[in-house]
């Protein structure tokens, strides 16, 4: 393998010599060695830190793949400078080429200027020869005979990444997350654990935090791909820790059907490395660059009337004529009009029996057509309407998961042909089901179309409430996440456990990706009795200051609102308007206590060296203080400004943040927020 190739990119180097890979920039570098033509990763170097994660007694092979014959391959590289049709921001993309008799496959690292990670994907197409070997899972070619001749450490079947370890003393974060919002209501759980290195441990999850805890630094794996949930062909945990010697990732995603025509994609894995505490900042940063929004510049309020469960009975062209009227008068960005708008007819629908949630086209070649009988002058009148009214409309849509998606096409042309009659931008894509890896390439392929046609100006909003979808670490590039379907109808919406998620999620992912709901609190009271943390008990823009470090979703028929309601709301929509450019840019952190109906919680946004905003909330609490830590302002003075507050009882927030970063803050009335912007003291 006398090959040699390099390039860079700002500070993003790769280098590709006799067998020899080597990644990095100015935070990290990355070894791995093609050894008697077999892959092993020799070492992760974090520069700042000065340490090498790796082990010099025992070799461990990269992955173990049945489908490859690493004897058989030869190996090409390439690389280029991408940006996710302008998803992302611009990164190194390493390209190693794998070709075989019975193989084609490539090897990516991705690599983001100034970021201490790097992210290795496979795509793989096999061949007629290989299927029997993927089905049966058997090992083949000269991976077996290094482990015997040459003392591999060999992972398991289905391993994607390994990388060398040897420490005795590390305590693992396992952070899992969870989707299928429809049946989960924990959204993310972490597992803490001082390792055993003496045998081999298995731990499920998304992300994973080893901490090399006598000396402060850490090693952060992240599977990318769906929550262990929605995992295509998952057998076995996602985390192997072999003692002390390696660590690797578990799952490809892929069955056993032959992916003949295209290269399919495996899931993946993202590395990092850095302090102790510091990862979790970190990782937020670089998904902010792998998700760079730019087809949403700023948090976008938004409306669907779904929420009050109206379903298709409630969507025709008088109803949303009123919408838009309220929407104007409360704020709102773009009114979304949800399952009903079109010709054909869901299994959701109230209004008609016998209804499809997949097989649309087969169902009704004009499924997706304008109901002309809802909407007898289509379109046209809604969206000059809400144009003249400062706001746009959106639409629901649920691509055909029928056949694979094999009418991604088809798809793809009826939503950019929305977004070209109508400068429609805004879709949210439900009723999705993935059911193997080739529904998942053609449905990037269709949200990739659509980006692509129309500039990066159409935003998706992936609905991850129910089947199998890609979640929130995989394909992060796409959109923001509608997270949660809650009703009053159904006695399932309380405030605390929506302000829950977003608190549990703001803290490992960025906030900007996820859309959170505002109910009609004033419906369906009977349905709580007199429990003190029903809806109703609470102020609307109480419910709305809970949720706008995300895309705030006013879940509700707007126009059936109380005045007062509207009103307030209106109010607290205007504030946040003013700030929200830089609540989108922020670093958002959780702050104070998981929510539960009777904490002192909130969050911080860090906009800047020494400024940024406090939502500060109190729930149910009898408490009247509470001592906050926050970020980057230990030992400082800060000045606040009050933005907007319910607190009818006063709240005091002090000026002096102690070494520590704590700062104590007094508030009277429960249920209750205050919305300020901080500066601090030179």
Not at 430 to 436: Q, S
Not at 578 to 606: C, K, M, N
Request: with cysteine; glycine share 8%.
């Amino acid at each position: 393998m006398s090959l040699h190739t390099s390039d860079s990119f700002n500070d993003c180097y790769y280098s590709f010599s006799n067998g020899i890979l080597v990644i990095g920039n100015s935070r990290f570098e990355h070894k791995v060695v093609f050894e008697q033509n077999v892959p092993r990763a020799d070492y992760m170097l974090d520069k700042a830190l000065r340490y090498r994660w790796e082990n010099i007694r025992t070799k461990s092979a990269l992955c173990n793949l049945p489908f490859i014959d690493w004897q058989s391959v030869a190996i090409e590289s390439s690389s280029l400078v991408r940006n996710n049709n302008d998803l992302s921001e611009r990164s190194l993309l390493i390209d190693l080429a794998l070709t075989a008799p019975d193989l084609s496959a490539h090897m990516t690292w991705q690599i983001y200027p100034a970021m201490p990670f790097f992210t290795a994907r496979m795509f793989v197409k096999k061949m007629k020869a290989s299927e029997t070997a993927a089905a049966s899972g058997v090992n083949h070619g000269n991976i077996e005979k290094l482990e015997q001749a040459a003392k591999w450490q060999i992972p398991e079947s289905g391993t994607i990444y390994t990388l060398p370890i040897d420490e005795r003393h590390l305590k693992l974060d396992a952070i899992r997350l969870h989707d299928i919002t429809d049946h989960n209501d924990m959204l993310v759980k972490t597992t803490t654990e001082q390792l055993y290195t003496a045998r081999r441990q298995r731990f499920s999850g998304n992300i994973f935090l080893m901490h090399r805890y006598l000396h402060g630094n850490t090693l952060m794996i992240v599977k990318e791909g769906p929550t262990p949930d929605a995992s295509l062909s998952r057998n076995a945990e996602e985390l192997s820790i072999q003692g002390n010697t390696a660590v690797s990732l578990i799952g490809t995603g892929l069955g056993t059907e032959a992916y003949e025509g295209e290269a399919l994609p495996c899931y993946g894995i993202t590395v990092g490395v850095g302090t102790c505490g510091g990862m979790l900042r970190e990782y937020k940063r670089f998904y902010r660059a792998t998700h760079s929004d730019t087809e949403n510049t700023t948090l976008t309020v938004m409306s669907n009337t779904w929420g009050d469960r109206n379903q298709d009975k409630a969507v025709n062209e008088s109803f949303m004529t009123q919408e838009i009227f309220a929407a104007k008068l409360i704020g709102v960005d773009v009114v979304e009009i949800d399952d009903g708008w079109q010709q054909g007819v869901t299994s959701n629908s109230a209004l008609k029996k016998g209804g499809v949630w997949e097989g649309y086209y087969a169902a009704d070649p004009g499924f997706w057509n304008v109901n002309a009988v809802k909407f007898p002058h289509g379109l046209d009148p809604l969206v000059t309407q809400a144009v003249g009214s400062g706001l746009s409309v959106g639409l629901w849509f649920s691509p055909d998961s029928s056949n694979d998606f094999a009418n991604h096409e088809k798809d793809a042309a009826v939503l950019h042909g929305f977004y070209q009659k109508y400068g429609i931008r805004h879709f949210k894509l439900d009723g999705i089901k993935i059911r193997n890896k080739t529904c998942e390439a053609n449905l990037i392929k269709l949200m990739t179309h659509v980006i692509r046609d129309s500039n990066a100006r159409v935003a998706f909003t992936l609905d991850v409430t129910a089947e199998v979808r890609f979640g929130y670490i995989y394909e992060k590039q796409f959109g923001t996440l509608f997270v949660e379907n809650r009703y009053t109808d159904w006695g399932n919406y309380y405030p605390h456990r929506t302000l829950k998620n977003v608190w549990l999620l703001s803290g490992v992912l960025p906030a900007r990706k996820l859309q959170f709901e505002v109910l009609n609190n004033k419906r369906n009271r009977e349905k709580y009795g007199d429990d003190p943390l029903a809806p109703a008990m609470y102020g609307i823009d109480y419910l709305f200051a809970s949720v706008m470090v995300s895309h705030p979703l006013l879940w509700m028929e707007l126009q059936h609102l109380t005045p007062d309601d509207a009103s307030t709301l209106a109010n607290i929509i205007a504030v946040f308007k003013q700030h929200r450019d830089a609540l989108h840019a922020a670093e958002v952190f959780p702050i104070g206590e998981i929510p539960d109906g009777t904490s002192f919680t909130g969050f911080q946004a860090v906009t800047g060296a020494d400024e940024g905003y406090l939502i500060l909330i109190k729930e149910y609490s009898s408490r009247q203080s509470y001592r906050y830590k926050l970020t980057d302002a230990a030992g400082r003075t800060l000045t606040v400004t009050e933005l907007a507050t319910n607190a009818s009882g006063g709240y005091t927030v002090a000026a002096a943040v102690d070494a520590e970063g704590y700062i104590d803050v007094s508030i009277s009335s429960p249920r209750s927020y205050v919305f300020l912007k901080y500066c601090i003291e030179n």
